[in-house]
């Protein structure tokens, strides 16, 4: 929670203890560097209640927000060549903070910036979503020195008077949408940023990428999703929606975080069965039929098949010489 927000908020005229206690903190909350994601929707929430109107919430935080507030991962965004480099940097840092991913296409003419919640907490605030796509805009406003406009503003809930956020973004705002995305002319990423400071960028970059490499390698996903199918295989719970609501995310964003890490839901599951299938047949307190059962076959056919693909052999043949490479290792 950087603390440029606090001070954001201060200026627009709340009391920031007033932010804490609508959102049910402790007022202590304020001096904490981190939060919890319920925490960090809770304090959103309590902030678009005590504004009044969300749409001007969302417009006087964003341009009343100071850049020099930001925290290194975002402050880097600010400093970088150009806007579509600066959008790129906010995409991959992004996953050091809020619980929130952002997805960057390029297609014809345009660009969208596409927002997904990320977290156990479900989708954030209305007026989060809209105050995230006005800072994407700020930040090309602010690094290009020039008042750039969005083509279209898509969100999936309505955040207040949409005619106070068209005439922030300069452009038609689509309430009601599948989906919280920001499109931008194709042409502006290419704006230099006057704000471009490579010494700094030298600087923070490197950092920035090694603890993104230490947080994406304490969090891979494709071992928590094998963790989870190894523990619910006997149940029949083998399905990505099921995965995915027990992670926290969307069965999309799990794909796409499958896919970034080069495997599949499908490559998961059979290496779960695998795993399990080998350290079950390990023990020969387990006869074959219950093998099947608990890594999620429901007949011993179906099973005797798979095992031929992994190991070349049948489970039983497997076992027999599991046992003879006991004997003799004693």
Not at 16 to 36: K, M
Not at 199 to 217: K, V
Not at 231 to 253: F, H, N, P, Q, Y
Request: with cysteine.
């Amino acid at each position: 929670m950087p603390v440029g927000f606090w001070e954001g908020v201060s200026r627009l005229g709340i009391e920031v203890h007033d932010v804490a206690r609508n959102a049910g903190l402790p007022l202590d909350i304020i001096s904490e560097p981190e939060v919890t994601a319920a925490q960090y929707f809770a304090i959103w929430q309590a902030y678009s209640e005590l504004i009044g109107d969300p749409a001007k919430g969302i417009v006087k935080l964003a341009t009343v927000f100071e850049t020099a507030h930001y925290p290194p991962s975002v402050l880097a965004t600010y400093h970088a060549r150009d806007y579509r480099d600066a959008l790129s940097r906010m995409a991959r840092y992004k996953q050091l903070c809020p619980p929130e991913d952002l997805r960057i296409s390029e297609e014809g003419e345009y660009c969208f910036l596409e927002l997904e919640w990320r977290g156990a907490e479900g989708s954030g605030p209305p007026l989060l979503a809209g105050i995230t796509l006005a800072f994407l805009l700020e930040l090309g406003r602010r690094g290009t020195g020039k008042h750039l406009t969005a083509r279209l503003v898509e969100l999936t809930d309505a955040t207040g008077d949409s005619r106070v956020l068209e005439a922030y973004f300069g452009c038609p705002v689509r309430v009601g949408a599948a989906c919280n995305r920001l499109t931008l002319r194709r042409s502006d990423l290419d704006r230099q940023f006057v704000s471009y400071n490579e010494e700094l960028l030298e600087i923070l970059t490197p950092a920035l990428n090694r603890t993104l490499d230490e947080h994406q390698r304490g969090r891979s996903i494709s071992e928590a999703v094998k963790r989870i199918l190894k523990e619910s295989l006997a149940e029949g719970r083998r399905d990505i929606r099921a995965v995915a609501k027990e992670l926290g995310m969307s069965d999309r964003t799990l794909q796409r975080r499958l896919t970034d890490e080069n495997t599949s839901f499908q490559q998961l599951l059979t290496q779960a069965r695998h795993e399990q299938a080998l350290e079950y047949l390990a023990d020969p307190s387990f006869d074959m039929k219950e093998v099947a059962f608990l890594i999620g076959y429901e007949d011993q056919n179906s099973f005797y098949r798979a095992f031929r693909l992994w190991e070349g052999e049948t489970p039983s043949n497997w076992r027999v010489k599991q046992r003879g490479m006991s004997s003799c290792a004693l």
